[in-house]
């Protein structure tokens, strides 16, 4: 059978077995797979949890409580449709340009849609099995508040797959433009025009939001006004609207089926669209994609300074450290993301300074609330950061990690080197944003040094579970680094990575509650207030240890495993 006669479905028959392979070898493995339910399962269970309180508190709100459940959906779905886009620009790149089957598939006499259709296929899900995940304990959450029943469940099914359709469509579609302009291996260009784009997409969707307006109610003539901003829509103009009106009206028996219509239509005309550009530019784009990438050389100055100061970690570990700092570099696929995590910075800070901490009405310890929170939050962009540098360590050695276990080579020095060149600039970023916001925030020392201390054991924490996660969950075989994070491994260790921050913030709060209750009291630091303290301090210090310690020795061991 030739691919033009089976057509789409034979097509995808290498990629459905390979799949069905992967799943079954992990299936064997009785270990991973009780790791991934357990941890699944933990992760479904809190973000339900939250979401459902949330919910259950906006429903006793009298008028305006299902307008706040109905917003709070939107703005869901409206991040949703930022990372989707996001990733279908970075996944089509690999499955429409740089995928090992095309040299194969392109030349044998398949009609050009089918080609479309199953690569648009595979593009959508990778880029969308993880938000589709996050969204179940979410769905379920409105559902035990809203009791919306299978309705719900349909409507979801509905309204979800012509969403993830369109952002996958769109992605393709700016990616083939992208190659036909800059070649798919010189990947700085794309990559540069990537970032501006989504760095323009997360402003604009800060200013979408209005975050000013609703963190200041005074500047609402009446309550009408109020009214009137909520019940209006986020983005009338963007398809996450459209699947929250659908969704919230199966939930609350309202439901207007023309939402479905301009959804599927909506998906439908843009997968025309998107096969139209297709076929007029697509060969031309796929040739470009073949030219080679841009090397460049790293001079020796920086190499010899950095044996300078590495000297005291061993030959071993400043050269393979320094191999990794030169591969990151090079890589422009990597070092490019660096632009994006700036400006995800700079509006991070920029919200704290945005918050009416200090006006009428808000007082001192809101303002330490706000900061002991905020080691949390930024907790959380580490592990962002740390799961797109971190993890992907081991599995970018592909076959050179064949050669260095073939070597002399201790696994230790590989497994140190690795961790170090990750930790270290997490650190640094960890510290400065800390200490940054809360002199925004002008908090006290207790508070400042509290948090310094307790972002730096979680950083070394989260490093740790990094690496861990990319070693037991290896893809030495991908077609493109960005898959690395939204990989299994990924997703279990932005399970972990929360659960962390979490259980620390627990232990964290009593400390916290006491310094405050102690100031309002203004008797100063009693040897109770020291004692409580010191107790939820260290026991948050032990939790990071053995979070540091533990993934430590489970990589090394993995490491070991590996043949020579």
Known sequence: MTPSSGGFWHILGPKRLAAFRRLKGEGKSSGKTFAVL????????????????????????????????????????????????????????????????????IP????????????????????????????????????????????????SLGSLIPFFIICATIGSAITLLLVRIFPARRARDIFGVITVATAGGVVLMIRLLRPESLAK??????????????????SPWLPSEWAADAIMGALQRDFDPFTLVLLWSTA??????????????????????????????????????????SRRLGSSRSELMLKDIRVFFRDTTQWSQLILLAVLIVVYIYNIQALPLYSEGVSFFFAHIVSFLNVGLAGFVLSAIAARFVLPGISLEGPTLWLLRSSPLRARDLLWSKYWVGTAPLLVMAVILTVGTNLLLKVGPAMMALSVVTIAAITF?????????????????????????????????????????????????WPVLTIFRSRLAGTGFTPETMMVTAAGALAALLVCVAATVIPLKVALRRIESFEA
């Open 108 to 155: 044998t006499p398949v009609e050009w849609e089918q080609v479309y259709l199953t690569k648009l296929t595979e593009t959508v899900l990778h880029s969308s099995w993880m938000v589709a995940l996050i969204c179940v304990p979410m769905l379920v959450a409105y559902e035990r508040v809203y009791h919306g029943g299978l309705a719900l469940v349909l409507v």
């Open 461 to 509: 924490a989260l490093a740790a579970l990094a690496l861990a996660f990319g070693a037991l969950f290896p893809l030495f075989e991908t077609e493109n680094m960005a898959q690395i994070p939204t990989s299994i491994g990924g997703l279990l260790y932005m399970m972990s990575a929360i659960a962390l921050l979490g259980v620390v913030l627990f232990l964290e709060s």
């Open 268 to 309: 439908l005309a843009v997968v025309v669209l998107g096969a139209t550009v297709h076929q007029r530019f697509y060969a031309s784009a796929f040739t470009r994609s073949q030219e080679g990438a841009e090397r460049h050389t790293a001079g020796h100055r920086f190499g010899g300074s950095f044996r300078a100061l």
């Open 217 to 234: 109610p005074e500047g609402f003539r009446s309550l009408g006004e109020f009214m009137a901003l909520l019940r209006g829509p986020t």
């Open 38 to 105: 357990v941890l699944g399962a933990v992760f479904w269970l809190a973000a339900y949890g939250i979401i459902y309180r949330i919910l259950r508190y906006f429903r006793g709100v009298e008028d305006i409580g299902d307008l706040l459940a109905a917003k709070l959906l939107g703005l869901f779905l409206l991040t949703f449709l930022g990372i989707l886009l996001l990733s279908n620009v970075i996944t089509a790149l690999s499955t429409f340009f740089l995928s090992r089957d095309l040299e194969l598939l």
